[in-house]
């Protein structure tokens, strides 16, 4: 692909994942400063904004710790059955967080408060780290930990002075991710009771239909992504870029010794805790209520169009992705890394606030498109973007721009060059990032109701309609219908992480 | 290579789904912030009975009414269907909806209806306190809700600020005491450690299960709660408490509807209206979502006062739209964001 | 065939080409021979349309590829590459690989199996580069680059990953097939070795300029500068002077010089190893054997103290200690003192 068509497509991307800063921008313009000071500048702002910046560095904390042990006794030691803990260890990404927290708080009495939401957050999110650290650690070059022992480090020194840091930019890249995610989270700590700045702007939504308020607090969560992405940015190394080519050894594997009960342990217990507390919340669920869901027809249906809504998104917003991230990968400079962080900037937006956002575009710019699966799909798109784009650029690693250049020279245009040799490299890649959208498009709920089209019911807004009437037991198989299909790319994704 | 086409298909099929209509072509969007499993039924009744086709989209009241201020006249809309006053307050407020005919209007009490035409109520739902019947006795039950602020329900009491039938309540509670008595009332929730829930339904199933002992919510949750463990409410540990003598704590607010400008003339809207407020649909809100009917003529729900019993406070719902400095009182007593 | 006239290139503040000449005849097999980050490179990157040149002109078999205002991209340059790890499309076979820049008759015209024959590997079509050594990848990676018989190829270092034995190999099999396919290319490399025994002319480069084009042997042994007879081959330069039009005095007596003195009084001259030839006699002392098989370097001291170097061939190496007389073969190159 020529630098100028990459950056052009790089922009329209970016575009779409700016759509709600235009948004922000146009809505707190009209609020005039004063009110801009009023709402913001307040002690409970201030409370909010600490205990979100808590929360978030508690989880981020608790899911690199998570992620990385997980990743490791996965990848790099004589663990039993390590193909089957390695998709275990992935699956809770399938959970959705209001499930979860729905889950726990109807377990364990009195669950609720920072901690619990804490505890959720951190159960659902950790497989944004363990996949990407567990595909690192797997791919490193196991020469590096050689040499390091061979000059007289131990094993736990060789881990964290070599090791880890080979995972570092994968390790990175998870924890912003988290950190994002937890910021943006509604469903946990609704549930929950945890008064984060998230709940501050669905609140003042629902306070008085406050449009403006909740949207010059949603401001503040850009100020704080823009600070995590500095922090981020700061803390990658500037390694190789592309994988060498020579022969792959199998690294050698710890051997765990008598940590092998509790590290098998450890892995069983956060098993349970993220997968088996809601599949018997479920269950009790189902079994305690009188309410029952639609007819097979109906599951069907909402089952139908989560498939296709959520695969159009995933489509979308690979396609999208794909320029952002091949001119990360191809054209490194400050205007790349500036694409690739402005990509980020809306992730930690609520979903609510992408969904109006969306809503404005699509009165405004895009009326033909306004509540059908295109503006859906796009605001999947806006909301997913990072995660797409952090697989193309990794993915871009199996196609060396080298292999460009000799395709180019042997009298191939720059299109065909990208159809027969880039993109068919990048193709596993692709394909986990957009397994990872689809199944956080199968997950979303608040852009699903304000975007879908009029009449369109979905498994999460079933859920979400079920549970809003206490219809727990009607609710129950699209919650279990849900899971079960974010499951399926999760299996795939860690099926696919260091068990080559 | 299937998938791609399913969602082309799924595209066929729902992209005609918003053109804007033509009046009378018997085709009506109503957007709901009532739940679908409490208006669906009726709307289905409507469409058989009409042949006027009904696409609703469904979410929270809050979202319907922000979706609605954003898309201003470009909406899709024929009706707004509410959970409360409120938003149907700040929707007319923004200039989006058209007055209803003096007949319609006509059906409904003075009280229950917009004092600019702007919108009606079809169904009515009180304030109560709900208690479980084994941690507090009948005679413990408090005469006024102003009296939950005593020491005697500390951390004992749930409320959910965001919802917006508490802040009708609130809006109530400024109407008939002021606001300086109304802070006074918040400012002890907060230091009484009441408990702040999300919404209703999970103080209900609190309550009810022994976790908490009383809460601030609407009158038929409990019979939600009783229908979803295929049980009545006689069974239930969840009892229901309303507040006697015209105490705020009893005020009776309404799910109603608006007509949006652009359906102003539109023959199937007026008939779905009417159709809210005839026999039919207000048999359904009494029989089936346990609310009270607002047109003479149909019981309430079994096991409840009627609306004549209740002696509701003294409340025009018109008073209830000026909801901003309710929620900056609520928000300034720590209760919600 | 290839004319590149005042080239011009700079990354930022490094000027990486500066007004680079560069003449390529039809046929002809030219290396560009420099230390690592001399530019040889980007001239290279230049040719093929990778980079854009920021002053002068490429031309190809007449046709300007690069000028100001002109910019023909890569595809359509008809130069192709051979990049220093072969760099095979991993996803196709060898076949398909050397099939990439050929049209769907010449592929069927039987060429992939020609060139595959050319570089050696023929039978080896249907294997996957993975299945291949890093000399096989590299000879697909040449064989690719054929087969569109293409004006121009561009090797850069292609042999710079490999082993020294399976290098010479290389290094003979696809001069052979260059030549067998009449192809036009330039080699790019630091390994002087390489150059002289590949290239027909080679072009030195030193920070960005072309400093010396010629033939291969007479780059050798007739250096521009000093500098450039120690980049290409051993070299040393003995402190001279001149003694008339035609000869100089050194510590290894008269000898007769190659082309003009040039300035006056106090030069150094330029003397290869294998210039020297052991008799008998105590001009030197041998101080070290450095042995290479077919051949011996000596360690040399002259009485001053002036340290020499002799190649030695056969078994006549005097033992290390040995006084030795030298004899001078040849004439040499005088450089005024810079």
Known sequence: ?500 | ?337 | MLDAQGLRKSYGPVLALDAVDLTVEKGDLTAVLGPSGCGKTTLLRCVAGFERVDAGTVTLDGRAVAAAGTHVPPHRRHVTVVPQEGALFPHFSVRDNVGYGLDRSARRGGRVDEVLALVGLDGYADRMPHQLSGGQQQRVAVARALAPRPPLVLLDEPFSALDATLRTDLRRDIRAALRADGATAILVTHDQGEALSMADHIAVMRAGRIVQHGQSNQVYEDPADPWIAEFVGEAMLLPATIANATTVDTALGRLPLRGAAGAAGRVRVLLRPEQLSPTDGDLAEVTRHEYHGHDTLLGLRLADGTPLLARVMGQRTPPVGASIGLDVLGAVRAYGDA
């Open chain 1, 1 to 500: 692909m020529p630098r100028p068509a990459l950056f052009v497509a790089a922009t329209g991307a970016l575009a779409v994942a700016l759509l709600p800063l235009v948004y922000l921008l146009i809505r707190t313009g009209e609020a005039g400063l004063g009110r801009i000071a009023d709402e913001v500048l307040t002690r409970r702002v201030a409370e909010l904004a600490g205990r979100s910046i808590a929360l978030m560095v508690v989880v981020t904390v608790a899911c690199t710790v998570v992620g990385v042990a997980a990743a490791f006794l996965v990848t790099r030691t004589d663990l039993p059955m390590r193909g089957a803990f390695g998709v275990l260890a992935a699956l809770p990404l399938a959970v959705p967080t209001y499930v979860a927290g729905f889950a726990w708080i109807a377990t364990v009495d009195g669950f609720e408060g920072f901690w619990a939401a804490a505890l959720v957050l951190t159960l659902c999110s950790y497989p944004y780290v363990y996949l990407p650290v567990a595909a690192a650690l797997a791919a490193a070059d196991p020469a590096q930990e050689e040499v390091a022992r061979s000059l007289g480090r131990g094993p736990w020194r060789t881990l964290t002075t070599v090791t880890l840091q080979q995972a570092r930019p994968a390790i990175a890249g998870g924890a912003l991710l988290v950190a994002l995610y937890t910021l943006s989270d509604f469903g946990a700590v609704s549930i929950l009771r945890t008064d984060t700045f998230t709940r501050a702007i669905f609140t003042a939504f629902n306070l008085g239909f406050d449009r403006t308020g909740a949207l010059v607090l949603s401001t503040v969560l850009v100020l704080l992504t823009m600070v995590l992405l500095g922090l981020e940015l700061v803390s990658r190394t500037r390694g190789a870029r592309y994988a060498g080519g020579g022969p792959r050894r199998p690294a050698t594997r710890f051997h765990l010794g008598r940590l092998r009960i509790p590290a098998v342990s450890a892995l069983v217990a956060v098993g349970l805790f993220a997968l088996g507390v809601p599949a018997a919340s479920l269950v009790r669920w189902s079994i305690a209520g009188a309410s029952r869901p639609g007819t097979l027809a109906e599951i069907g249906a909402a089952a139908g169009n989560t498939l296709s809504v959520s695969l159009g998104g995933a489509l979308l917003t690979l396609l999208l992705a794909l320029p952002v991230g091949l001119l990360t990968a191809r054209a490194p400079g400050p205007i790349a890394t500036l694409v690739d962080r402005l990509s980020y900037l809306a992730h930690a937006l609520p979903g609510i606030v992408i969904g109006l956002s969306l809503v404005f575009f699509g009165i405004a710019v895009a009326y033909p498109l306004y509540q059908t699966v295109w503006l859906l799909a796009l605001g999947y798109a806006t909301l997913f973007l990072p995660l797409a784009v952090a697989a193309v650029t990794g993915a871009a690693v199996q196609a060396p721009p080298v292999l460009d250049e000799v395709a180019r020279s042997l009298g191939r245009s720059p299109f065909v060059v990208l159809t027969s040799v880039t993109l068919p490299l990048m193709v596993r890649g692709i394909g986990a990032g957009a397994a990872l959208v689809f199944l956080t498009c199968v997950k979303e709920l608040p852009a699903t109701l304000l975007l879908r089209p009029t009449g369109m019911d979905t498994l999460a807004t079933e859920l979400w309609t079920h549970t809003s009437t206490a219809s727990y037991a009607a609710a129950a198989p699209y919650a279990a219908l849900l899971v079960g299909v974010a499951a399926i790319p999760t299996w795939l994704l860690g099926r696919r992480t260091g068990l080559t």
């Open chain 2, 1 to 337: 290579m299937l998938l791609p086409l399913a969602f082309v298909a799924v595209l066929g099929t729902t992209a005609c789904g918003d053109d804007l209509g033509e009046p009378g072509d018997k085709k009506l969007t109503v957007y709901s912030g009532r739940s679908e499993g409490l208006v669906k039924p009726i709307l289905d009744r409507f469409q058989q009975e009409t042949g006027i086709e009904v696409e609703v989209r469904y979410a929270t009241t809050a979202a319907m009414a922000t979706q609605l201020l954003e898309e201003r006249d470009k909406t899709p809309a024929d009706i707004f269907f509410s959970q409360d006053a409120g938003a149907l307050g700040a929707v007319a407020k923004a200039g989006l909806v058209a007055e209803l005919p003096a007949e319609v209007l006509a059906k409904v009490p003075d009280t229950y209806r917009s004092a600019q035409n702007l919108w009606v109520g079809v169904s009515g739902r009180s304030r109560v306190l709900a208690y479980n019947k084994d941690k507090v006795t009948v005679d413990q039950l408090p005469a006024s809700v102003l009296e939950v602020t005593d020491p005697e329900w500390k951390g004992r009491l749930g409320v959910a600020p965001t919802n917006g039938s508490f802040q009708a309540f609130v809006t109530a509670l400024r109407v008939q005491h002021g606001d300086a008595k109304t802070k006074e009332f918040l400012d002890g929730l907060k230091s009484n450690a009441a408990k702040i829930y999300e919404n209703n339904v999970q103080i209900v199933a609190d309550i009810n299960d022994g976790k908490l002992d009383v809460g601030l919510v609407n009158h038929y949750y409990v019979y939600e709660l009783a229908k979803e463990k295929g049980s009545t409410p006689e069974d239930l540990a969840a009892k229901l408490h309303f507040f006697p003598n015209g105490d705020t704590g009893a005020l009776v607010n309404v799910a109603g509807v608006a007509v949006l400008e652009k359906a102003a003339t539109d023959p199937d809207a007026r008939a779905l209206v009417d159709f809210l407020l005839g026999a039919e649909a207000q048999r359904h809100w009494a029989e089936e979502t346990f609310e009270y009917p607002l047109v003479d003529g149909v019981s309430p729900p079994p096991g409840v006062p009627t609306l004549g019993e209740i002696v509701a406070p003294k409340i025009d719902l018109n008073d209830l739209d000026t909801l901003d400095v309710t929620t900056t009182m609520i928000k300034e007593a720590g209760l919600a964001g």
